[in-house]
């Protein structure tokens, strides 16, 4: 079946550093890929998403490649600010498998 | 842009109660979910539903059942609320791609549940 593994937090960073979050992934076939962010107090949003092999999604200055070799895909942003502070989920397959998400503090 | 609400953001409640949890999509999304979210576990889903009174059984069903009489809403309902229930309730739609393919999901702000 599918899986989601994540990269256990929680982060803390200082504004302007280099973010990678990992996540790996099993599944039968060839999935699409998501990542999603919960700020405080709400719901989660879907902040990028890949649906093969080799694509790479983008948004806010996050990104993240679907790499099938190694089956993941992680997320990187090359200048965190204090606004990125969330949890961050890693999804895959049918989207009934989350990962347990990755608490990330940004510090001024 | 979709939006997906629910009915309460806070609800305290007493073991044994029948407790109702509702959601409402204005997309006309086939999908909709429910999830529980719980510190360390990360989402789990408690059930399903792909079309008006279609369910399906998630990870977690136990305690739980649901109803869909409209395609725009999906009730979650807590026979009888125990405090192991004590959690985030999340609420989720999304179109359908066939067979087992979903699009992206759309969550509502959630509900925390408490249980005493």
């Known amino acids: 079946g599918n899986s989601v593994t994540q990269m256990e937090g929680p982060v803390t960073l200082s504004e302007e550093a280099f973010l990678t979050i990992n996540c790996t992934y099993t599944?039968?076939?060839?999935?699409?890929l998501f990542w999603y962010v919960q700020y405080p107090g709400e719901g989660l949003q879907l902040l990028l998403k890949?649906?093969?092999?080799?694509d790479k999604g983008s948004n806010k200055g996050f990104e993240a490649t679907y790499r099938k070799e190694t089956t993941s895909f992680h997320l990187e942003k090359g200048s965190v600010q204090v606004s990125d502070s969330a949890v961050y989920f890693c999804a895959t397959g049918n989207q009934f498998y989350f990962g347990t998400g990755t608490s990330l503090t940004v510090i001024p | 842009d979709v939006k997906v609400t629910q009915s309460s953001r806070y609800l305290v409640k007493r073991t044994g109660e029948k407790v109702f949890l509702e959601c409402v999509q204005d997309m006309d999304h086939e999908n909709m979910f429910w999830y529980r979210q719980d510190p360390g576990l990360g989402l789990r889903l408690i059930y399903f539903?792909?079309?008006?009174?279609?369910?399906e059984k998630g990870d977690i069903p136990e305690g739980y059942s649901v109803s869909r009489e409209k395609k725009e809403r999906f009730s979650l309902i807590l026979e009888s609320a125990s405090t192991n229930q004590t959690s985030m309730y999340l609420c989720a739609s999304s179109l359908t791609g066939g067979g087992l393919l979903f699009y992206e999901q759309y969550f509502g702000p959630g509900t925390r549940l408490t249980v005493t």
């Open positions: 599944a039968t076939g060839y999935p699409s």
């Open positions: 890949a649906t093969k092999a080799d």
């Open positions: 539903s792909y079309d008006v009174k279609m369910k």
